[in-house]
């Protein structure tokens, strides 16, 4: 009787705290914690592991210039977004983060604030900032390009310049110590990236996006696409599994010469700063179809938090402010970050060879776009993945069947 | 008057717990039942959606969720069988007048003081590559190739590590129950004549019950609701093939922003937990026998 009494008291209780928490969850979006922040310090979150900590060290300099605390949190990678996702929700959101493209931003929609008429947005170059309903809600890392990186020791760029040519190159090195490409297990650098190509090479890429999204096609009657799996399937055939290779095993065994080329982009170059690279590397596009041009886009985009108190948000702004208008600021993002400048005002001097070659390309206008900010959110990760994973696994799935389940992948993303 | 001061220490040392208990268990499972009759993403200004109990219609339609609870039946089972036997088998080996068996059980112990996560990941690299440099040195790589990448060794190599992690928890509760067979009723049995295994098969195992009520409870449930060592070794894959319940919750809700859906999964999830445990708990109750 007594256990029973104190039980009920305890789900009163219980019951009363829980409906005074949604009540509170209903009408505080646009305040929360707003009663802390003197704008002396904000927080950084965001998605790239390379530059984690050049950012750290960008921000201890910002802190001895301006007293403005700037603290970096660690990134995870692959589930930066759910983790921003879980962050932000228990009102512990990071003042600045990072979105990645225009699906990402209508997701959170809520949280971002509205950067147009700040000093360095002027400055972004044409068409490159992310604008959702009629705002600028974030301004680019830098521009991105990704393709084969190749040991040029070891690959002569017109071997590979057609298809065909780059499968033979591939079977030419089968049986000796070194592979002739790699993949790594990670979603993006297994699946993500390269599935680009494909829907890049179509007239309009957002619009053959759109119109798989309504169902008046499939990847499996676009003659690119069957293209892409049939080429899959000679990879496949020709380089080791990549489920067995992490990121960083396929950049050691680039840099140690065990690997010819790797589908990788600019950003990859960082990881090099461990090895003594004794040979000289470039980037070219990723054959396909005889394609030759590099995928070049815009990776990701700084965001501020908008729902955070004025001072915090000012002192955001402030921060991204002087990264991209001063010396020091400018110095990090070119040198230090390794980006392609996506700013009028940053000059591009000094880049290491991949992110020359994207700049190179970006000028001459040899660059096909990045689809894969048009694919349903989370679609590489959740539904790419596993179809890729069984592709490489199981050998008698054959590239048409592949492409198959890449668009059952995509139904299940839209549904 | 002296029953009001033992109330008020009662209330003293019970009441943080209560807090405690009430805002991180209580709470957040009613909050749970809640959001999971809305459709909605998670993300906490976009619109929530109420839609009744269609989730929970929603359920059986849902392949991925049928395949995610086999795959964690199948573990659970396999689990329990392998962390339950290893365990009184450590705790039978260590209760003997082995000279080590002080720094024996310390040693079977310690993996469980590792945590899941990092647990995960160190046996991730010894499946990926130690493996790998075994098979390739022995010449057994029918045995020693990469489990992780087989999606039915996948599984087993999940069972390994989390046998690996508990067996020496369940040994610590076996060794206690071993204690505590009084000495009187071991040394009947030999005046009997009982032989080793006659004496272990009836005496020292029907003794145990109370013993496996407890450690068969405790290796269901962590069973059915492992996270970390699922996530870091095998993050679910491949292609989804050792996705278990919590993981497929986590990625439905943080994934593919199903919030609600999810959570009605996490409920449904409770209530199999909470129905698998309390049968097993008054099964073995049932046979357990008083000295």
């Given at each position: 009787?007594?256990?029973?009494?104190?039980?009920?008291?305890?789900?009163?209780?219980?019951?009363?705290?829980?409906?005074?928490?949604?009540?509170?969850?209903?009408?505080?979006?646009?305040?929360?914690?707003?009663?802390?922040?003197?704008?002396?310090?904000?927080?950084?979150?965001?998605?790239?592991?390379?530059?984690?900590?050049?950012?750290?060290?960008?921000?201890?300099?910002?802190?001895?210039?301006?007293?403005?605390?700037?603290?970096?949190?660690?990134?995870?990678?692959?589930?930066?977004?759910?983790?921003?996702?879980?962050?932000?929700?228990?009102?512990?959101?990071?003042?600045?983060?990072?979105?990645?493209?225009?699906?990402?931003?209508?997701?959170?929609?809520?949280?971002?604030?509205?950067?147009?008429?700040?000093?360095?947005?002027?400055?972004?170059?044409?068409?490159?900032?992310?604008?959702?309903?009629?705002?600028?809600?974030?301004?680019?890392?830098?521009?991105?390009?990704?393709?084969?990186v190749y040991n040029k020791d070891l690959i002569n760029p017109e071997d590979v310049a057609t298809q065909e040519g780059f499968v033979e190159t591939l079977e030419s090195f089968n049986g000796t110590d070194v592979a002739g490409l790699s993949l790594a297990q990670e979603a993006y650098f297994l699946i993500g990236h390269i599935s680009n190509y494909p829907f890049s090479l179509q007239e309009d890429n957002y619009a053959y996006v759109q119109s798989l999204n309504n169902g008046e096609t499939t990847m499996s009657e676009t003659a690119e696409f069957q293209a892409f799996g049939d080429l899959m399937e000679d990879i496949r055939a020709n380089i080791p599994s990549p489920l067995d290779i992490s990121y960083d095993e396929q950049i050691g065994d680039f840099a140690t010469g065990k690997t010819a080329m790797i589908h990788q982009g600019n950003w990859a170059y960082g990881m090099f700063a461990d090895y003594d690279l004794d040979f000289e590397i470039g980037m070219l596009p990723f054959p396909l179809l005889d394609n030759d041009k590099l995928a070049v886009g815009v990776g990701s985009n700084w965001a501020v938090n908008g729902t955070k108190d004025e001072a915090e948000v000012q002192a955001a702004t402030d921060f991204l402010n002087w990264m991209h208008t001063s010396e020091t600021g400018q110095r990090y993002i070119v040198e230090e970050f390794g980006f392609v400048p996506a700013f009028t005002n940053i000059a591009a001097e000094n880049l290491d060879p991949l992110s020359q070659a994207v700049l190179d390309a970006t000028n001459a206008g040899q660059t096909i776009p990045w689809s894969h900010n048009y694919y349903p959110a989370n679609l590489v990760v959740n539904d790419f993945t596993p179809a890729a994973q069984n592709f490489f696994l199981t050998e008698d799935v054959t590239g048409e069947e592949f492409i198959e389940s890449l668009d059952a992948a995509w139904d299940n993303a839209t549904k | 008057m002296a029953n009001r001061m033992t109330k008020g220490w009662y209330l003293f040392f019970t009441l943080p717990l209560l807090i405690i208990f009430v805002t991180v268990v209580i709470i957040p499972f009613l909050m749970g039942i809640y959001y999971s009759f809305f459709d909605w993403d998670g993300i906490r200004a976009n619109p929530m959606v109420f839609v009744g109990l269609e989730n929970y219609g929603q359920l059986l339609g849902d392949t991925r969720f049928i395949d995610s609870a086999w795959v964690t039946v199948k573990f659970t089972i396999l689990a329990v069988i392998t962390v339950n036997i290893i365990g009184v088998a450590f705790a039978l080996l260590v209760t003997t007048s082995l000279r080590t068996v002080n720094a024996a059980r310390a040693m079977l112990?310690?993996?469980?003081?590792?945590?899941?996560?990092?647990?995960?990941?160190?046996?991730?690299?010894?499946?990926?590559?130690?493996?790998?440099?075994?098979?390739?040195?022995?010449?057994?790589?029918?045995?020693?190739?990469?489990?992780?990448?087989?999606?039915?060794?996948?599984?087993?190599?999940?069972v390994f590590v989390f046998t690996w992690q508990m067996a020496g928890y369940m040994m610590i509760i076996y060794i206690t129950g071993i204690q505590g067979i009084s000495n009187d009723i071991i040394e009947a049995s030999v005046i009997d004549g009982a032989g080793y295994w006659q004496r272990l098969r009836k005496i020292i195992l029907p003794l145990l019950m109370p013993s496996f009520t407890i450690c068969l409870f405790l290796t269901l449930s962590f069973g059915f609701k492992i996270y970390d060592v699922n996530l870091s070794l095998t993050g679910g894959g491949p292609v989804n093939k050792t996705e278990l319940f919590a993981l497929h919750i986590y990625n439905e809700i943080f994934g593919y922003g199903n919030y609600g859906f999810g959570q009605a999964k996490a409920v449904v999830f409770f209530v199999i937990v909470a129905a698998v445990t309390l049968t097993q708990v008054y099964i073995t109750k049932k046979r357990e026998v008083e000295m």
């Open positions: 009787m007594k256990f029973r009494k104190s039980l009920l008291l305890l789900l009163s209780i219980a019951v009363a705290l829980v409906l005074a928490a949604c009540n509170g969850g209903g009408d505080d979006n646009n305040n929360e914690e707003g009663q802390e922040g003197d704008g002396q310090k904000i927080t950084i979150f965001q998605s790239k592991v390379e530059i984690s900590e050049a950012l750290e060290a960008l921000a201890t300099e910002y802190e001895e210039e301006t007293g403005v605390e700037v603290e970096v949190i660690g990134t995870t990678g692959d589930d930066y977004f759910q983790q921003l996702q879980i962050k932000l929700n228990s009102n512990q959101g990071p003042s600045i983060f990072s979105v990645r493209h225009i699906t990402e931003a209508e997701k959170l929609q809520s949280y971002l604030h509205d950067m147009s008429g700040a000093e360095f947005v002027e400055h972004v170059a044409p068409n490159m900032a992310l604008e959702y309903d009629g705002k600028i809600v974030g301004v680019p890392y830098g521009v991105e390009g990704f393709g084969l | 112990f310690m993996p469980n003081l590792i945590g899941g996560l990092i647990l995960g990941y160190i046996w991730q690299f010894i499946f990926s590559d130690a493996f790998k440099i075994i098979g390739e040195a022995t010449g057994f790589d029918s045995v020693f190739f990469n489990w992780l990448l087989d999606p039915d060794y996948a599984l087993y190599a999940l």
